[in-house]
């Protein structure tokens, strides 16, 4: 799915695009898009061939939780404010290193007069997700010995931990 460029007004085009799941296909297994992605906002001309999107991207997404490996659902409502250059503002970076900036983050590039949209979603999906997501804050997870979730069910494994720097310790107290 495609932003046309070459017909957005001067003052700007008005954006409300619900995109679904099958066309913002998602690499890899972590992430799963349960509903349409919708993204609404104002898209403006920022100069003669930079552009400016600002507005917001809602979309509810499936994830495994990192203590319980169970699947739940995330909502996820994230604010949007992108600058959109064309290739050529990009043609000489490779040539040198230099340190990015934090206004830099914000901005993408655009090819052949279009924004695809898809790769602008799955951008922002990423940097919203969670660095561990967890299903709930209290999850007790797996046990270590056996393997249950401690959500759904009790274990009587031992649960005894003993750091093996300090083993040799435990000899010192035995009688």
Known sequence: ???DLLHVPPEGRELDIAVPPDRCPIDGTELRLVEDVHLS???DHAD???FRLRGSMSAAVELDCVRCLEPFR???EEALDL???PPSANAGSNKEEHELKDEDLAVSFYRDDEIDLSLLIREQLY?????KPICRADCAGLCPACGANLNLTRC???RETVDPRLASLRALLKP
């Open 1 to 3: 799915m495609f932003i």
């Open 83 to 85: 600058l959109f250059l």
């Open 156 to 158: 009587d494994c031992a």
């Open 48 to 50: 003669d061939a930079s």
């Open 41 to 43: 906002g104002r898209l």
């Open 127 to 131: 940097l919203a997700l969670p660095m």
């Open 74 to 76: 995330l909502d996820l």
